[in-house]
């Protein structure tokens, strides 16, 4: 990694990641590259997946159609620092029973490294097939 969010590059060492680093519009960059916020959801909804599949084979589900919509924000904490907040919006094709999705998302959340790396650090919103999961 070199340059940072601004005009940075960074690649894994293994190559098969390469981006360039831009700050988003939204918060008066140019844009035109990623951002960590992108690279962090992408990583969080990765994880969180494998979470669900693991959860999902112990309780003899199939979960396999699952879909996770993930959206990280940059808030400002008001002492001039930023702070993330986390959404997933986790779909479950095959799983119509409203208890059970929101079961399973939960577990998945107990299990993700993500989910435990954050878990009361940063506020992070979960859904199951369009409802909330508390």
Do not use: W
Not at 31 to 50: D, I, K, M, R, W
Not at 85 to 113: F, G, K, N, Y
């Amino acid at each position: 990694m070199a340059g940072g969010r601004q005009h940075g590059h960074g690649r894994t060492s293994d190559g098969a990641l390469e981006v360039d680093l831009r700050t988003p519009v939204e918060l008066g960059g140019e844009g035109g590259g990623t951002n960590p916020e992108q690279l962090f959801a992408v990583g969080y909804a990765a994880c969180f997946e494998s979470a669900l599949a693991g959860v999902a084979r112990r309780a003899r589900t199939d979960a396999g159609d699952a879909a996770i919509d993930a959206r990280v924000s940059l808030l400002p904490t008001g002492t001039g620092g930023y702070t993330l907040a986390v959404e997933l919006d986790v779909t479950l094709p095959s799983i119509t029973d409203e208890t059970q999705a929101r079961d399973l998302v939960r577990a998945a959340h107990e299990h993700c490294p993500y989910s435990n790396a954050t878990r009361g650090n940063i506020e992070v919103t979960l859904t199951a097939n369009g409802k909330p999961v508390d």
